[in-house]
């Protein structure tokens, strides 16, 4: 979680409409890309404007971007006190052996959200590779203003040997209107992930030079 901040990726969101028929009948893309700016801020710029042919709502940019309060690290060292873990077996994703643990968060607050679902651990490394379900507070589930969306498939990539970060996320839901109940996906992909550049170190102040003088300087101390 500590390294994450470190590094740069491209974020590909995706939101699908289907149709009676169960095919996509509609659809949102937004690209973007978390780089460094020349004044050494990390920032999230949009690289492909915003597309959209969806039917039923209009979404914007900004709403979008709501889906950051989704948190990306479940369980890291700090948390896991907070939560009820229970074993419930072993599995392979991707080829990857995994033990599968139910977790719960023992206390609600309304300023953190907190997983309610299962977990996969790699039981070499002991690192999360996937993680399935909903993020709650106090107040119920952590979801966007405008979008239906509330349970979560996550799955990890291993990058550069050593850090497991979310590659690929999915939710399934539907979009309760007046009239019509319309099923719709969201997909999120993370890829190019590369360190960012290091911050340039600060010019070194330049000393304000001497005043002129007539008197003979001082011999230094042998």
Not at 87 to 111: A, N, S, W
Not at 155 to 170: A, I, L
């Amino acid at each position: 979680m500590a390294a994450r901040p470190n590094y740069g990726y491209r974020k590909t969101i995706r939101i699908d409409e289907f149709g009676d028929d169960g095919k996509p009948a509609g659809q949102f893309l937004l690209v973007t890309e978390v780089t460094r700016a020349a004044n050494g801020q990390v920032i999230s710029k949009v690289v492909q404007k915003p597309q959209s042919t969806l039917h039923y709502f209009n979404l914007e940019t900004e709403d979008v971007k709501e889906l950051d309060r989704i948190p990306a690290f479940p369980l890291t060292s700090s948390q896991l006190a907070k939560y009820d873990l229970k074993y419930i077996g072993e599995e392979q994703v991707d080829e990857i052996d995994c033990y599968i643990f139910k977790v719960k968060p023992k206390v609600l607050d309304r300023t953190h959200a907190y997983l309610d679902g299962l977990v996969w651990v790699d039981t070499k490394y002991l690192e999360v590779v996937k993680t399935y379900g909903r993020w709650v507070n106090e107040l119920g589930d952590v979801r966007s203003a405008t979008l239906p969306f509330t349970l979560f498939e996550t799955y990890r990539e291993n990058v550069d040997g050593k850090y497991w970060f979310p590659n690929y996320e999915r939710s399934d839901d539907t979009l309760h209107l007046k009239d019509v109940s319309v099923p719709v996906r969201l997909v999120i992909k993370w890829t190019d992930f590369k360190p960012l550049p290091a911050m340039a170190a600060a010019p070194a102040a330049t000393p304000p030079s001497a005043p002129a003088t007539t008197q003979t300087p001082t011999k230094p101390p042998q």
